[in-house]
């Protein structure tokens, strides 16, 4: 089990523990943590409902083509913006800490 913050978007922080070793992703992790992250395409990168900025110093994989593509035409975008259901859960990912973006 790994810890990660969400702040959600009135700037509250919520910590949740999830497991790493049953191949899930950010976004599936909040939206089991009834966070209000939608997750319409289900994981396959084609929206940017679970888009959210990274706020701590962790090493994450590079995006791939199909997320840059998405964050392209995704409003609100940052230099730290990445889409939830890329991150997979990893015990290198405790202590993550992750800001959801803006409707």
Do not use: W
């Not at 910590?15 to 943590?33: F, G, Q, W």
């Not at 396959?44 to 900025?53: K, N, Q």
């Amino acid at each position: 089990m790994i810890k990660i913050t969400v702040i959600d978007r009135e700037n509250n922080p919520h910590e949740i523990e999830a497991p790493t070793d049953m191949s899930l992703n950010l976004m599936e992790i909040c939206k089991a943590s009834e966070l209000p992250v939608q997750g319409t395409c289900g994981g396959m990168a084609l929206c940017s409902t679970c888009h959210c900025y990274i706020q701590s110093k962790h090493e994450l994989p590079e995006a791939n083509d199909a997320e840059e593509d998405m964050l392209d035409q995704a409003f609100f975008v940052e230099d730290n913006s990445r889409l939830g259901c890329q991150i997979k859960l990893s015990d290198d990912l405790d202590g993550l800490v992750v800001k959801l973006a803006p409707e």
